[in-house]
């Protein structure tokens, strides 16, 4: 395999990785509310919190705290355009959109602040921030079976995906099927800081999907990872093992994945707008996830700046192996 052909399955892996993190940003955004009478049988101030912890959980890339660690945001997608040495650099996607997408994202957040009582002052959100992390804990304990059995069910209806390929544990995540790769020290932080973990596993003859999360809202996002992990596998099978290796190398990093999370969530919701109503989203992302690079690149770019040529091209997945036409 040639050098160009290597560098369009990174970034392939990269886009999809992309789509898999901001599945799961967006549904913590949303999919409490798809439960809520369940959540609140079993505690009316449950759906509140959860509220709140999703737009902390998004909003924290802009704080103080996170600007040490990772960068201001805004720097870092600027570098991504110029810079030889930054992750995304010459990605087709990231590197022309991400930081359009990330502000999008953060303006729809900031919005829905007074709302949901999210304060972004910076001492005190660092507080809110851990109040609320606490308060979760004690009061989802009385709850912890049956809050498990909700995340499945929750992942289960995003995804259509039968439950008994779903396993999940309200626990301290530990370390799964493929190592993580820990790289630098920022890597090494990220690791020990780590509160959720999804992913896909093979028991006997089939794929499960497990996650371990230290709260219920984490949990179910975890699993809607996993989930959409499992469907862009699809994408990845028609590589030799040892090519196959190499692309999870080298796009497959645990300190990419907040800059996945700030920006994906918002690239799903414009997905999700022009997907047809009648074409179930785990079809439409195995779909996307075959595309050969150019083509999922293509259609990516029509989402985010051409939104109705991206719906007829959605149009036409159900009918034939996808292609991407010509405007």
């Known amino acids: 395999m040639s050098d160009d052909v290597l560098r369009d399955e990174i970034n392939k892996r990269f886009t999809l990785n992309w789509l898999i993190q901001g599945a799961a940003q967006h549904a913590g955004m949303t999919f409490h509310h798809l439960v809520r009478d369940e959540l609140d049988a079993l505690n009316p101030k449950l759906v509140r919190f959860y509220d709140q912890y999703a737009l902390v959980n998004l909003l924290q890339y802009w704080s103080m705290d996170a600007a040490l660690l990772l960068g201001w945001p805004p720097s870092f997608w600027k570098r991504a355009r110029s810079n030889r040495s930054h992750p995304f650099f010459g990605h ?39 109040f609320r992390k606490t308060r979760l804990r004690v009061l989802e304990s009385p709850h912890r079976a049956t809050l498990i059995e909700l995340a499945k069910k929750s992942a289960s209806t995003i995804w259509g995906i039968p439950v ?152 036409n997945f159900g009918n034939k192996e996808a292609s991407i036409p010509s405007e």
């Not at 301290?172 to 493929?178: D, L, N, Q």
């Not at 992913?199 to 809202?217: E, I, K, R």
């Open 92 to 130: 087709p996607l990231l590197s022309k959109f991400g930081g359009m997408l990330a502000a999008s994202g953060r303006q729809r957040a900031i919005e829905r602040c007074k709302e949901k009582g999210v304060t972004r002052i910076p001492f005190l959100f660092a507080f809110q921030a851990l």
């Open 164 to 315: 008994n390929r779903l396993n999940a544990d309200l626990s301290k995540p530990v370390e799964f099927g493929t190592p993580i790769r820990i790289r630098n020290q920022q890597a090494v932080i990220f690791y020990r800081c780590m509160v959720g973990l999804g992913g896909v596993v093979q028991v006997g003859d089939s794929l499960q999907v497990v996650a371990m999360a230290t709260n219920w809202q984490l949990l179910t996002k975890e699993l809607v990872k996993g989930t959409a992990e499992l469907i862009c596998l699809h994408g990845l099978n028609h590589l030799r093992e040892d090519t196959y290796l190499e692309v999870m190398d080298a796009a497959d990093h645990i300190e990419y994945e907040p800059w996945m999370l700030q920006t994906g969530g918002e690239l799903w919701r414009r997905l999700l707008a022009v997907v047809p109503d009648h074409q179930p989203i785990a079809e439409i992302l195995m779909h996307i996830a075959r595309l050969p690079p150019a083509s999922l690149h293509a259609l990516m770019e029509a989402v985010i700046e051409k939104p109705e040529w991206a719906k007829e091209i959605l149009r």
